[in-house]
């Protein structure tokens, strides 16, 4: 089957987009028959708002094993020490490896 890019209107917005020659191919392949109804970015939000997610916040701490300042995607209760992502991947090869996986 031969595809061209066509032009859809968005459902939520009302703008046109562009439903491409490879967005088509790719939905093919995945056996999906419907064509997109929103444009790519209420396709977006309509994805955050269903997740339930949005923004997540995020909290600036010091690592407790290198004192570099970052950010965590969870509230510090201060019973258990936190660490940077780099400190934090360290100590997870660490502890895999001394388990022999």
Do not use: I
Not at 72 to 97: E, I, K, L, M, N
């Amino acid at each position: 089957m031969v595809f061209t890019d066509k032009t859809l209107t968005c459902r939520d917005c009302g703008q046109p987009f562009t439903f491409t020659r490879g967005e088509q191919e790719f939905y093919a392949s995945k056996g999906l028959t419907n064509e997109p109804r929103r444009c790519p970015a209420c396709r977006q939000a309509y994805k955050q708002q269903s997740s339930g997610r949005g923004e997540r916040q995020m909290y600036q701490v010091v690592c407790d094993a290198c004192g570099k300042e970052t950010l965590v995607p969870f509230q510090p209760r201060g019973d258990r020490p936190v660490y940077c992502s780099d400190c934090f991947q360290q100590r997870r090869a660490s502890r895999t490896s001394s388990y022999g996986y």
